[in-house]
Nanobody, 116 residues
Framework: QVQLVESGGGLVQAGGSLRLSCSVS????????VTWYRQVPGREREFLAS?????SVKGRFTVSGDNAKDTVSLQVSSLKSEDTAVYLC????????????????WGQGTQVTVSS
């Protein structure tokens, strides 16, 4: 069974950057689809980026996978107070040459607070 554990949150200053990690266990890491979201109380959960763990996505929200550590990282640059949220990773698919296995697993989330 796939399990996810986020880490790396905390208090950061506006204008800085932050790197969060999502440790993935129990599956086939490079073929597991991992999605990063963030949640602010009272607002809808916001999609940030999605990829299979061996890939990468670049932008203000840069996501990359580390096959050696079975970890998917989310790097956020130019932090603003509006980036304050609980950041969560989610896994829902494992691809194989023959079929796609689907499931629904969330990490516990990690709080990021940006001070201005």
């Amino acid at each position: 069974q796939v399990q996810l554990v986020e880490s790396g949150g905390g208090l950061v200053q506006a204008g800085g950057s932050l790197r969060l990690s999502c440790s993935v266990s129990g599956g086939i890491f490079r073929d597991t689809r991992v999605t990063w979201y963030r949640q602010v109380p009272g607002r809808e959960r916001e999609f940030l980026a999605s990829m299979f763990a061996s890939d990468s996505v670049k932008g203000r929200f840069t996501v990359s996978g580390d096959n050696a550590k079975d970890t998917v990282s989310l790097q956020v640059s130019s932090l603003k107070s509006e980036d304050t949220a609980v950041y969560l990773c989610h896994a829902d698919k494992i691809r194989t040459p023959y079929e796609m296995y689907e499931f629904n697993v969330w990490g516990q989330g990690t709080q990021v607070t940006v001070s201005s």
